[in-house]
Every structure is written in C-alpha cells, then in structure tokens.
C-alpha cells in the first residue's frame, strides 16, 4: 500500500466515522452512488465476465459460458404459465428464490405466491384463494392451484417505481432485477 491510498482510505474512515447518523440517510447515499455510478466499458465488462465463468465453474464443477450478447432486433421474449400444470408444490417459489439469489435471511421473501383455490368455483376470487395451505400431500382432492408472480409486463410499472433503479426492462422485452442494487422493497 502506498502513502496516498492509505491517506485516502484514512480520510475516508474518519468521515465515515464522523458522520452522523442523521445524516448517514438513504439519500445520502442515494446521492453518493448516483455520483459515481457510471456504466462498464467493454474491457470492464470482459473482467467481470471472466471472474463470474471461473465462480461458476468452481460452484459447479462444470465449464460455463457468461455472455453478454445484446437483444435480438425485433425479437421480443414474453412469458407463458401453463396454470393446468401446476400442483401446489411450490417447488417454483423455492427455485426462484435459489435462482434470484432471494432471501440471504430469515425471514425467506417469496416473489412468487401459490394459491389454493377450491375446485367447482365459476370464476376465480383471489379473495378466496389460501395461500398459507399445508398440507400432508399436493396436490388435494377438490382444490386447483395458481401460481402468482412477475408478469413481464409490456410496461412494468416496478421499473418506474424502483427507488434504486435496480430493475430495467431490456429491449427484448425482459424485466430484470439488478441484485446488488435491489434492496427488497418488492417494487
């Protein structure tokens, strides 16, 4: 280390350390990280892509491909749900929460709901629905089951409220979360 960066982490210290929590805010920090954010350049990018392959293929035991290919012109992705399939397992909430790196503490946030619904009923009353169901077995005699989650909105109203600006839809359609910017605020 040398004599500038330890100043520099020194002063940096001491002002952390002196700043008052009145003043330690979210939007100081808001302010802060909007200052210095800025987007990667393409050597930047090629880092990152390279260090997330080499954790990748230590997790996994397996050789794996990052890319960072952009959207396909006038291609568009949509999301389809066959509801007929679901059987009230909740494997999906469980994956999406593995998947999304969801719930590092207790208690676990669930993007995705699965409702319970009694079989018969002409329309469906989200009113009705049970989603604290446990049963011993799923699927049970005389219920139906809906899974609840992101919708891939054509224009997603959690993009415009994201106080962090951690979610964005991509071109080709996709809302994406930013998970080291999400703080869980389920907009």
Not at 121 to 131: H, T
């Amino acid at each position: 280390m040398n004599r500038r960066t330890l100043l520099k982490g020194s002063a940096l210290g001491l002002a952390g350390a002196l700043l008052s929590p009145d003043r330690a805010n979210a939007s100081f920090w808001e302010a802060f990280f909007q200052k210095h954010f800025r987007e990667m350049n393409e050597s930047e990018k090629k880092k990152v892509i390279e260090r997330l392959e080499k954790e990748y293929e230590q997790k996994y035991k397996k050789a794996i491909k990052v890319g960072n290919e952009p959207a396909i012109p006038g291609v568009s992705f949509g999301y389809g749900l066959d509801l007929s399939r679901c059987i009230g397992c909740r494997r999906c909430v469980y994956g999406c929460v593995e998947e999304n790196n969801q719930s590092k503490m207790d208690p676990q946030i669930h993007w995705i709901t699965v409702l319970r619904f009694k079989k018969g009923e002409k329309w469906v009353d989200l009113e009705e629905s049970e989603k604290y169901y446990n049963p011993p077995k799923v699927p049970e005699e005389g219920y139906f089951y809906m899974p609840v989650q992101c919708q891939q909105c054509e224009n997603p109203p959690c993009v415009r409220a994201c106080p962090t600006k951690a979610t964005w839809k991509e071109p080709d359609g996709i809302v994406v979360i930013d998970y080291n910017w999400c703080i869980g605020c389920r907009y």
